[in-house]
């Protein structure tokens, strides 16, 4: 197994952090090789514009999905972008460590989802879901929150998690480009538990590392009930 | 009314700046005080950090929420996020316009709400929804995509569009520090459309924001059903 590791977190003493030394070092004792992008030590850049491309199929305005294509092709992209998208597609596995910020991503990873999720190979047109550039890889996340996991759910008050507040992270951006999406490992409350509850959690994401190909799959689209333009199919019963 | 409108998209010709033209003059015709955060324009930066912070409740380790607590408190916030943040707590209503990048804002507006809506003024503890700190103004987005209307719904491709892709937003994002927020206005289908679709489209923006108090409102939690935990109260019934 190739792991490709996204980790987003501002601090080198966080839980975090240790999510991040802890999905590397039960991959690698299972005989994955690992690659990290540490998305805030290398400085990464988050915010998408023309200077991503060197070369322009439209110089008089910008469509960026268009320029993806175009770049990709030529090689032309922003030496950070062809990095991390040359990084994915060499990966079997697609991996994220990040606290949970307003029920997303941090932004510096929703900017390289924004960046780096290129129209061309990762997706484009009838090219989505089960579908996408990337099928056949996998994805987990290992999330951090505040609250608790009694706040989500269909009466909760936060209403569900995985199929709501995350769906435009696990449905729209992971599933949409083709990956086969793992239910993800949560730390809830972490700002408010003891040391020793820290340590059990972690064990709890090494055993989840370890035994990722069993757990269960975020439910995508089924693209075999949807028409060319993606209008349900109505059955005839 | 005092209107604060966050506009994210880095192109000057682009179908969403004239959203954020055609907002701001069918305000001012209406009578409204309008100031902008045009944040590609500014230069925003969307990466949350320590640097925000030039004093430190907890110089051992960084809690971000503690430390915005303290450091408004102090006026010894970045003077970016300080700056933010005042323009909000004077506007009646705040806008926001922008594409939607992966079910989502760009990674610049997603990093002005993670550095800006701030814990303690904004938002704490049971402060959220009908009590958060933003209580009492409103708020509305124009939100351009390339999908069509009929990829969202309870049996379409992308499932629901408002309570589900965007609840992060809608709810976990604007709702959650008690904003009072109108359904959007949805610009579908923005690249394939010809100028007089275009043309066509801003008129009815225009006319949305003429008709913003009576446009309608998204549901939020109403936390008179939930205990001080924030558990739903059972009913007798």
């Known amino acids: 197994m190739r792991l490709h590791l996204v980790h987003a977190h501002p601090e080198t003493d966080s839980f975090v952090a240790a999510m991040r030394d802890t ?3 039960a991959a690698q004792a299972a005989g994955a090789e690992v690659t990290l992008s540490d998305l805030y030590a290398m400085g990464f850049n988050p915010v998408l514009s023309a200077a991503d491309f060197s070369e ?3 110089p008089e305005h910008l469509t960026y999905a ?3 294509r175009h770049n990709f092709k030529k090689r032309t992209l922003a030496p950070d972008i062809q990095s991390e998208a040359e990084k994915i597609l060499a990966a079997d596995v697609l991996g994220f460590t990040f606290p949970l ?3 997303g991503a941090p932004a510096i990873l929703k900017g390289w989802i924004d960046r780096v999720f ?3 190979p990762f997706f484009g047109g009838r090219r989505i879901y089960g579908n996408g550039g990337l099928a056949g ?3 987990f996340a290992a999330i951090s929150m505040g609250a608790r996991p009694d706040m989500f759910g269909p009466d909760a008050i936060f209403g569900e998690l995985e199929s709501g507040m995350l769906r435009h992270f696990l449905h729209g951006s992971l599933g949409y480009v083709g990956l086969t999406v793992h239910k993800p490992f949560f730390a809830h409350r972490v700002p408010y538990v003891d040391a020793a509850e820290r340590t059990s959690m972690l064990a709890l994401l090494a055993e989840y590392v370890r035994t990722l190909e069993q757990q269960p799959l975020i439910e995508m689209p ?3 009930r949807f028409d060319e333009r993606m209008i349900p199919i109505r059955g005839n019963g």
């Open 222 to 224: 089924d693209l075999s």
């Open 23 to 25: 999905v590397i070092e």
């Open 66 to 68: 268009l320029e993806q």
């Open 137 to 139: 890889k996998r994805a």
């Open 101 to 103: 910020f307003w029920f």
């Open 118 to 120: 290129l129209s061309g």
């Open 56 to 58: 322009r199929e439209n």
